[in-house]
């Protein structure tokens, strides 16, 4: 609950599954920009309580999940 940002997410290859990796963040946004999603297979309840989570930024790429 009191994550207040994360750096370096485009440094990661090979993740699939996030499940619950944020949940009840403290941080307004985060940057996804230059991470790539195509071995995502699992994101349950990856931001569940952010209630501050207003702007997830990501590349183009990710429409595509």
Do not use: E
Not at 37 to 42: Q, V, Y
Request: aromatic share 14%; hydrophobic share 40%.
């Amino acid at each position: 609950t009191n994550l207040a940002s994360v750096s370096g997410l485009g440094n990661l290859s090979g993740v699939r599954l996030m499940r619950y990796t944020f949940s009840s963040c403290a941080f307004t946004s985060i940057d996804f920009l230059g991470f790539d999603p195509s071995t995502l297979t699992d994101l349950f309840c990856t931001f569940s309580r952010c209630s501050r989570l207003t702007t997830i930024l990501a590349d183009a790429t990710w429409r595509y999940l």
